[in-house]
């Protein structure tokens, strides 16, 4: 029944490894996005896909990849983790049409420890 | 760049104390200017959408209210399970479908 339903919920791991999070809506929506939430609670846009067509694609790392198989997945693949690569990663969605796309829903995030 | 700003970043309330958390904030051509809700441990939940000047929306004990420059979401006799960090966020026409957020405001509303 889960709007957004992402995997792991919580990484640990340590530095150099490599790790990923899976993202999946049921919403129907078009539009998905991953944020990344830091310890101070501001949550910033990494990346957005519209039916699977990369979209947004802020000043993130070359080592972080998304790739969106279909519209209703969206996973993000960490290549060599560093330390400041911890962090809570939210997937939201979206719909598309008009300023809706501004009404996100998330998943409960997954957090990201790097020892 | 869009840009935003809440305040207070941490208030307390005791329970029925109603009162106001302020978004400020900075767009070329405000698209909307969303309130999320987030609990700990939990993604933000979606509460609004304000789309202009004069606009206002309510749920349950909620109020949010928009101006040219900011918005207010006013909590009204507040309970104990409105405890959470409050985010606001905005998307303006040159970076459509990219929302900006402010850091929120963690309320906590004590019995």
């Known amino acids: 029944d889960t709007a957004v339903s992402q995997t792991p919920k919580y990484l640990v791991t340590q530095m150099g490894n490599d790790k990923s999070i899976k993202c999946e809506q049921n919403?129907?929506?078009?539009?998905m996005y991953w944020y990344k939430q830091d310890s101070k609670k501001f949550l910033k846009i990494m990346f957005s896909?519209?039916?699977?067509?990369?979209?947004i694609n802020e000043t993130v790392p070359n080592r972080f990849s998304p790739k969106s198989p279909d519209k209703a997945h969206l996973n993000l693949h960490i290549n060599s983790l560093e330390l400041g690569d911890s962090a809570v990663y939210f997937c939201?969605?979206?719909?598309?049409?008009?300023?809706?796309?501004?009404?996100?829903?998330f998943g409960e995030g997954s957090r990201l420890t790097v020892l | 760049e869009d840009q935003v700003t809440q305040s207070p970043e941490a208030l307390r309330l005791q329970e029925g104390e109603s009162s106001s958390l302020n978004c400020s904030y900075t767009?070329?051509?405000?698209?909307?200017l969303f309130w999320y809700r987030q609990d700990p441990g939990k993604g933000p939940e979606f509460l609004f959408t304000?789309?202009?000047a004069g606009e206002e929306k309510e749920k349950e004990r909620l109020k949010a209210t928009l101006t040219k420059k900011e918005s207010f979401l006013h909590i009204t006799a507040p309970k104990p399970e409105d405890s959470a960090t409050y985010l606001c966020?905005?998307?303006?026409?040159?970076?459509?479908?990219?929302?900006?957020f402010g850091d929120g405001t963690t309320l906590t509303v004590k019995p």
């Open positions: 304000l789309y202009s």
């Open positions: 939201a969605s979206s719909r598309l049409i008009g300023v809706n796309t501004g009404e996100l829903f």
């Open positions: 767009v070329s051509g405000l698209r909307g």
């Open positions: 896909y519209n039916n699977k067509e990369l979209i």
């Open positions: 966020a905005v998307q303006g026409y040159t970076n459509a479908g990219k929302s900006t």
């Open positions: 919403l129907g929506h078009d539009t």
